[in-house]
């Protein structure tokens, strides 16, 4: 893993707003936050109404938190070998669009795979596959703003971490010299939500909601916000998740901030008990307990949290744990850049 | 750097179940590509698929694809049970990757892999929304009285890896690849990087997808991508006369080690990874970048990394989806990155013979190149008859090609504009 690798911008759109500044500070104590982002203004909006009616939820935050990095960077030039990594949810479009679709395919009470084939095909506009293909979460922002390098798109928040790292290993593989990395994803949808529901997650605690997380790494900057110290997605199957997280925070060494990112009730236990082993006297900044649970977009809400942590107070060096469904342990280190 | 190798190799193709049946059928030049069976398609606008040649994947056909992994049948009497199974890509990727984990001597020793695999979206299961609807409204509190299986509306992007993950108890990491039809390429890319850079001894990689039912074949058909004729020669990759491409299903599976790890357990290598490029085309949501200038530097990109040149290269496994605009875009990228060699070099697409696997096509292609390393053989270009000339490559047409090459290129590229190429090297 490439050992500090500045991180020369960062922007997020989330339940905090749609600035991720300040946001370690509104995150402290028993706040709470609304579960879905802010409006976006139409000065701060991206693309023309027919490109954003082509986008999901997940694809417009995604675009508009792309392009609020690009103009925070300055990256307006030689995007053709920008590389762009990036987490995604579930597929997600409008009911309004998908279900007249299955109300033409009823015969009475019943339905009709007849009239699916013959009348429900045709019911629904075209546009709402663009919505349903979850790769345009990074397409439509690559496609508005003109980005060509060396890519990946990653499911869930696993693949959010492992978006980070493929953009690491890119820059240092010479693949290209600079990327983004990070995430969208909204878990706002009904069908998400009765999901959740179903499956006992909203019962074990956990809140859905939404946002987009970007990071923009360098190869060389001079004054970066902060630097990637370390990426890894580890499985913690066989060992449990307090023990895999104690684990990679002993193998850590020195840690001044710890923000987590747990999927629901156990993993939040999980990794609580494993911060309190390890770092007792240290403030523990509880992501989705404040903003919910973004998803796939989680863990990169969480290195805007610890970047914030880094650049506002006296912190030298942050991580990040994100545990998901999947049982999955993200551990993200984050040190001060030159500009904190 | 390490090299990596693959040693296992699982399929499940419209040619059947097993890694022989796809070589043998690309061997052959037959065609796989019929009428769809596995729902009633009378009132579909599409008739025609690449389509495994299993009505309905149950625990029984299940449990005895796979063997000693799940020997009392219970794991997939469970999932049955789930409703898992109604995702036909759930079984093909759990039938290949035992094929592949089987074929590559792996057992408890291995159980720490790394899993990369590419899957499509999730299955959408349209009968399912009629017990929300009343009076014509959904009501989604009805969901949770609705008398129906636990993976009800949708399956779960991940539904299939985290099968896997159960069946082969690993313990490593899971990446699941989301980039649209580059994805399976990508997925084998990755799993060659982790082990390259050390980050894994050894990864369960591969893709699997399907789109033949109702709402995938919908969807589909709503982009206006399938070819409008009902045949078994609808997809006509680079013929003047193509007309869209032919939706296939399926799955390929690999394991990735290291030479070293490989020669130390005594496993023969079947080939080698020996480089990987993407990028993006960042033209439009609906269309290739007409020139090709994307893809071409995803090529040049894979080829400068496994220290290629163009006159080293003795075949290429194109995307070819027998859509208008994607042939003519894929031949442009091809003859800018090999210039004259591109009169020279042999290239096909199989997907006249198997359809467009989507999210899995790229790992199929990748296994279907093997085909050059294990017989000597370069598969053909099903229905291709005239090649369009806008499409200025040394397209093999239907008759395969007997070749003895040690570089092969294979090309993928995703809806959306993600492309992808991996260069394979005969071990």
Known sequence: MTQGLPIVGAAGIGPFGLDYRGMARRLGG??????????????????????????????????????????????????????????????????????????????????SLERFGARGLTASPPLVVFQLLNNFTLCHGAILEGIGGPNGVYYSSAGTVTALAQAAHAIAEGQCRRAVAGAADHGLSPICLAELARNGFTADGLEASEGSGLLALAAEAQEPIARLERCKLLS?????????????????????????????????????????????????????????????????????????????RDVARAVVLSAGIDGQLGVVALGRGAAA | MTDAVITGVGVVSPFGIGFGPLLDGLAEGRSAVGPIRSFDVTSFPVKFAGEVPVEKPTADWLASRLGEFDADGCRAKGW?????????????????????????????????????????????????????????????????????????????????????????????????????????????????????????????????DSLLNPMGIGGFWRLGAPSPRHAPDACRPFDLRRDGLVVGEGSAMFVIESRERARARGMRPLASVLGQGSTQD?????????????????????????????????????????????????????????????????????????????????????????????????????????????????????????AEVDVVLSTSFGFGGQNAAVVLGRV
């Not at chain 1, 949810?89 to 309004?96: F, H, I, K, L």
């Open chain 1, 236 to 312: 913690t199957r066989g060992r449990g998740l307090a023990s895999a997280a104690e684990t990679a925070l002993e193998s850590l060494g020195t840690v001044d901030a710890i923000v987590i990112a747990p999927w629901g009730r156990g993993a939040r236990e999980g990794l609580l008990q494993a911060t309190s082993r390890r770092h007792r006297n240290l403030e523990v900044v509880d992501l989705t307990s404040a903003l919910g649970d973004a998803l796939a977009a989680t863990p990169a809400l969480g290195w805007l949290a610890a970047i914030d942590l880094l650049t506002e």
């Open chain 2, 282 to 402: 960042a033209h439009r949501t609906t269309a290739p970048r007409p020139d090709g200038s994307a893809a071409a530097r995803a090529i040049a990109r894979a080829l400068d990394r496994a220290r290629i040149s163009p006159g080293e290269l003795g075949y290429i496994n194109a995307h070819g989806t027998g859509t208008p605009l994607n042939d003519p875009a894929e031949a442009r990228a091809i003859r800018a990155v090999l210039g004259a060699d591109a009169d020279r070099v042999p290239v096909s697409s199989i997907k006249g013979a198997v359809g467009h696997l989507m999210a899995a096509s790229g790992a199929i292609e990748i296994a279907a190149s093997l085909l050059a390393f294990e017989r000597g053989i370069l598969p053909g270009t099903a229905h291709h008859r005239e090649r369009d000339p806008e499409c200025d490559i040394r397209v093999i047409g239907e008759t395969p090609l007997p």
């Open chain 1, 30 to 111: 028993d706040a709470r936050h609304s579960r879905s982002a802010p409006p976006i203004p139409p000065e701060a909006d991206v693309g023309d109404r027919r490109s954003r009616r082509l986008m999901s939820r997940s694809a417009h935050l995604c675009a508009v938190t792309l392009h609020r990095l690009l103009d925070e960077t300055g990256w307006r030039g030689g995007l053709d070998e920008l590389g762009f990594f990036l987490g995604v949810g579930e597929s997600t479009c409008g009911a309004d669009d998908l279900f007249p679709m299955f109300r033409e395919s009823l015969e009475g009470e019943r339905f």
């Open chain 2, 80 to 208: 049955q049970a789930d409703g898992a199974l109604r995702d036909r890509k759930v079984a093909f990727g759990l039938v290949a990757a035992a094929e592949a984990w089987r074929s590559a001597g792996c057992g408890t020793a291995e159980r720490d892999a790394t899993l990369a695999i590419s899957l499509g979206l999730e299955q959408a299961f349209v009968e399912d929304f009629t017990a929300l609807f009343v009076d014509g409204a959904v009501d989604w509190k009805l969901d949770a009285a609705a008398p129906l299986p636990r993976v009800r509306y949708r399956s779960r992007v991940d539904l299939c890896s985290s099968c896997l993950v159960d069946l082969l108890d690993l313990r490593g990491p899971v990446v699941v690849h989301v980039s649209a039809c580059a994805s399976g390429a990508l997925a084998v890319a990755h799993a060659a990087q982790l082990v390259e850079r050390g980050e894994a001894d050894i990864v369960l990689c591969g893709a699997a």
